[in-house]
C-alpha cells in the first residue's frame, strides 16, 4: 500500500504549482507523475513515486551509504576479532 | 531497475547477517511497522538470514488490513448505489464485509472501478457530472498527500460530484498503542521509509524516549531492512535508544513539508478504528469541516453504522506483534485468499498473505509439498 518506486524525470510541465507534472522514466517504463510535492527537483532527478504522486527526491550520495556502512562494520568487526582472539 | 537491483545483492546481504551474527549476545524482538517491510521480508527470506537470536514481528502496516469492518460495509453500501461510480485501489475489492465484497457488489453491476492514482477519480468525476464519483481513501501518512491533492484539485475546479470514503491511518499513535499495552514484545522499531518520506522522524523522538526503545526509519528493499535490523540491534546491544534514519535517500528529518501543508489544509487528526485492534485515539484523518462537501459518509449518510468484527480472525493480535499467522487455527484452512476470513489474508501486504504465498509448505499439516506463488 505504502509502496513508492523510484524512476527518473524526463519532462516537467504546468506552471500551476498545484499542477506542477512530468514524465518519470522507471526503466523503460512511462508515467505521467504529478510533481507539486517535490518543487525543487529537474530533469534527470530521481524521484519516489507512490499512486502518481512524487513524494521524495532520492539523494544519490545517501544512496550508496548502506553499502559503505557494511564495509565499515565490516572492516570494525575484523579488527573486534582480531584484538580479541577467542580462546 | 536503479536505486532497487543493487539493494537485494546477496552478497551485501550476507555481509550484513555476519556483522549482526557478530554483535548479537541476546534475543531481541524486533517489529517492522510496514505491511511492504513484512512482505519484503518473507518474500526474500530476510528473517531467516537473522542470528537466532533476533525475531521480527509482523506490525500493524497495511493500511488495507486495518480498516474496520464498518468502513467496508459502508464503501459496500456506497458503491451498490446506481448513481455512483465507485473508485478504489484494487487491494480493497476483496477485503470481506460481512457476507460480501466490493468485487461482488461489481458483478452484481455496481460500477466499481479500480484507479491507480486518486487524480484518475477526479479525472472521472469531470467526465461525468450527471454522476457521483466516490474514492475510497484508504492509506497512511504515504498516501495522505496524494488524497488530500485530489479533494483540494476537486474544490479549486468546483467539482462537486467528488467525494472521499475516508479511511485514514496514522502510524505513531499505533506503535504508541502497542508499547503501551501490558503484553507487548516490541523492544525495537523498525519504522516506515516511506510514511517518513512525508512525515519526517521527529514525531517519533518522544516515543523512543518515552518508552525506552529504538527507532530506525528503515527501506523497503532486502539490505535496507537488514541494516536496519543491524541498526537497531546495535542500539539495543549498547542500551541506547534512539531514532537513527536508515533510509536517508529519501528521509530528510522533517520531511515533505509541502506535501504535510496540503494534508493540514484538507485533513484533521480524528479517533480511529483500527481492524482487528480497537479504536485508537487520535490515530487517523478525517475531513476538515470545510471540505464537508467531499465526505461521502455525509453525502449518502452512512456515518452511524457500527459492527463487529468475525470472532475467529486473530489478525488483531497478529498485527500487534502478539501471534504468527501460522498460528491462527484457520491459516491456510478455513482461511485462504482466495476464501479470506481477514483483510491480512487479503492484502499482497498483510502478514497472513506473505506467509500463505510464501511459507505455506513449511506450515502445510499435510506435509504436501505445494508450489509457492499464486
Ligand atoms: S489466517 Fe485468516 S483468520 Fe487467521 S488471522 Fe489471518 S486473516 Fe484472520
Known amino acids: ?87 | 531497475m536503479k536505486f532497487i537491483d543493487e539493494y537485494r545483492d546477496r552478497e551485501s546481504a550476507e555481509g550484513y547477517a555476519r556483522a549482526l551474527r557478530r554483535i548479537t549476545t541476546r534475543h531481541w524482538t524486533l517489529m517492522e511497522v510496514c505491511g511492504g517491510q513484512t512482505h519484503a521480508i518473507v518474500k526474500f527470506g530476510v528473517d531467516e538470514l537473522l542470528p537466532p537470536g533476533v525475531e521480527l514481528v509482523h506490525g500493524p502496516g497495511c493500511p488495507v488490513c486495518v480498516t474496520p469492518l464498518e468502513l467496508i460495509e459502508k464503501a459496500i453500501e456506497i458503491a451498490a448505489r446506481p448513481e455512483v461510480i465507485f473508485c478504489s485501489f484494487g487491494d480493497m475489492l476483496r477485503v470481506p464485509g460481512r457476507d460480501r465484497d466490493l468485487l461482488a457488489v461489481k458483478s452484481a453491476g455496481g460500477d466499481v472501478r479500480i484507479v491507480y492514482s486518486p487524480l484518475d477519480a477526479v479525472t472521472i468525476a469531470e467526465k461525468h457530472p450527471d454522476r457521483e464519483v466516490v474514492f475510497f481513501a484508504v492509506g497512511f501518512e504515504t498516501t495522505a498527500p496524494a488524497n488530500a491533492m485530489a479533494v483540494f484539485q476537486a474544490a479549486q475546479k468546483g467539482i462537486t460530484n467528488f467525494s472521499l470514503l475516508v479511511s485514514h491511518v496514522l502510524v505513531p499513535p499505533a506503535m504508541e498503542a502497542i508499547l503501551s499495552s501490558a503484553q507487548t514484545r516490541v523492544q525495537g522499531f523498525l519504522a516506515a521509509g516511506h510514511v517518513c518520506t512525508v512525515m519526517g522522524f521527529t514525531e517519533y523522538e518522544p516515543i523512543a524516549a518515552r518508552y525506552k526503545v529504538p527507532i530506525v526509519v528503515t527501506g523497503f528493499e532486502p539490505l535496507d531492512i537488514l541494516q536496519g535490523v543491524f541498526m537497531c540491534v546495535k542500539q539495543l546491544e549498547e542500551g541506547r535508544h534512539e531514532v537513527e534514519n536508515q533510509y536517508a535517500r529519501a528521509v530528510r528529518r522533517h520531511g515533505n513539508q509541502p506535501a504535510q501543508q496540503l494534508v493540514d489544509e484538507v485533513f484533521r487528526v480524528v479517533p480511529r478504528k483500527w481492524r482487528g485492534v480497537g479504536e485508537i485515539p487520535q490515530s487517523g484523518l478525517g475531513l476538515q469541516p470545510r471540505y464537508d462537501a467531499y465526505d461521502a459518509e455525509l453525502k449518502f449518510d452512512v456515518v452511524h453504522r457500527v459492527l463487529d468484527e468475525p470472532k475467529e480472525c486473530i489478525s488483531g493480535l497478529i498485527m500487534q506483534g502478539l501471534k504468527k499467522p501460522n498460528e491462527c487455527p484457520a491459516f491456510a484452512g478455513v482461511c485462504t485468499p482466495e476464501h479470506p476470513l481477514g483483510a491480512t489474508m487479503v492484502s499482497s501486504e498483510g502478514a497472513c498473505a506473505a506467509y500463505y504465498r510464501y511459507r505455506r509448505v513449511a506450515f502445510d499439516p499435510q506435509g504436501e509439498v505445494q508450489g509457492h506463488g499464486r
Open chain 1, 1 to 87: 500500500m505504502c509502496l513508492a518506486v523510484p524512476g527518473r524525470i524526463v519532462t516537467i510541465e504546468g506552471d500551476d504549482p498545484i499542477l506542477r507534472a512530468g514524465i518519470v522514466d522507471f526503466s523503460g517504463v512511462t508515467k505521467r507523475v504529478n510533481l507539486s510535492y517535490v518543487p525543487d527537483a529537474k530533469i534527470g532527478d530521481f524521484v519516489l513515486v507512490h499512486v502518481g504522486f512524487a513524494i521524495s527526491t532520492v539523494d544519490e550520495e545517501e544512496a550508496a551509504k548502506v553499502f559503505s556502512y557494511l564495509r565499515e562494520m565490516g572492516d570494525l568487526a575484523e579488527l573486534v576479532d582480531q584484538g580479541e582472539p577467542k580462546p
